[in-house]
């Protein structure tokens, strides 16, 4: 692996999709970037902010194409770093875990998930890392799509800030790994 890596956190621009669930690898890069001090530049369709950390280059996106087109703007940041998916991680919400739950995770299927089956499509692999945060199933008989675009309870807001450090400590982790 090169001493560059590419950290993607994936949601769904503007203000009508901020603090839902389908948006939380934005919220989670958000705090990743304050941690590094680390400012996103203003780019439309992809807004990157760049740090290092343990003697990498960090290079973290925000495709703001909608989910269904994040692999647009990882395909590019990883050609014009000379990035190979390996050094690639994902941050994305996982339906299939209860809320909180944070894990990493080494290639595999997009399981439904429009925002990795396009970056699988467009890089041509699924061998790349990515962090899946649980937002759990809805509880109730809403289609899904209307429930991850949903915002979170106010239960589940007065824990995210301990879902955001596990996930910063398995960032952390990984970038020392990596």
Request: with cysteine.
């Amino acid at each position: 692996m090169s001493g560059k890596l590419l950290i993607a956190g994936l949601g769904n621009p503007g203000e009508k999709y901020h603090g839902t669930r389908h948006s939380i690898g934005f919220a989670v890069i958000d705090k990743l970037a304050d941690k590094l001090s680390a400012s996103f530049n203003s780019d439309k369709k992809c807004p990157s902010a760049e740090s290092s950390l343990d003697g990498k280059k960090i290079i973290l996106i925000k495709p703001f194409e909608f989910m269904n087109l994040s692999g647009n703007g990882v395909s590019l940041f990883l050609r014009k770093n000379g990035i190979t998916p390996s050094g690639l991680l994902v941050i994305h919400d996982e339906i299939d875990f209860e809320f909180a739950k944070c894990k990493m995770k080494i290639g595999g299927g997009h399981a439904g998930h429009n925002g990795l089956r396009d970056i699988i499509a467009k890089i041509g692999t699924a061998d790349f890392h990515r962090l899946r945060v649980g937002v759990a199933k809805p509880l109730d008989d809403r289609p899904v799509a209307d429930y991850v675009l949903s915002k979170f309870t106010s239960d589940e807001k007065a824990k995210l800030n301990e879902v955001y450090d596990l996930c910063l400590q398995k960032i952390q982790d990984w970038i020392k790994l990596a």
